[in-house]
């Protein structure tokens, strides 16, 4: 059993950052892939980011690129996800995922575990 808990949302004007993070129990968490997904109102959950166990360079959503930036702390089981210059169309429940996979990241079905969501408003 893994438990992923997500916190760090809220609402903030657009432009601003928030950093989201993803707290890890139950598993080896070192050897996860983990990542970031996010469900806006009406609309299907979609990929975010993405960050390999070993190796390898974080993968991210076109819309996020060169404004979020997905990091992890092994040694506190944690997953982030720095937001910046964040954007109404950023709006949804964010949520943090693990999976074994190496390859196909952007793919929900490829990920094993689901954290509960954090809610991110971002205001015009």
């Known amino acids: 059993q893994v438990q992923l808990v997500e916190s760090g949302g809220g609402l903030v004007q657009a432009g601003g950052s928030l950093r989201l993070s993803c707290a890890a129990s139950g598993r080896t968490f070192s050897s996860s892939t983990m990542g970031w997904f996010r469900q806006a109102p009406g609309k299907e959950r979609g990929f975010v980011a993405a960050?390999?166990?070993?190796?390898?360079?974080?993968v991210y959503a076109d819309s996020v690129k060169g404004r979020f930036t997905i990091s992890r702390d092994n040694a506190r089981n944690t997953v982030y996800l720095q937001m910046n210059s964040l954007k109404p169309e950023d709006t949804a429940v964010y949520y943090c995922a693990a999976t074994n996979a190496l390859a196909g990241l952007g793919l929900s079905t490829k990920y094993d575990y689901w954290g509960q969501g954090t809610r991110v408003t971002v205001s015009s």
């Open positions: 960050i390999r166990s070993i190796g390898g360079s974080p």
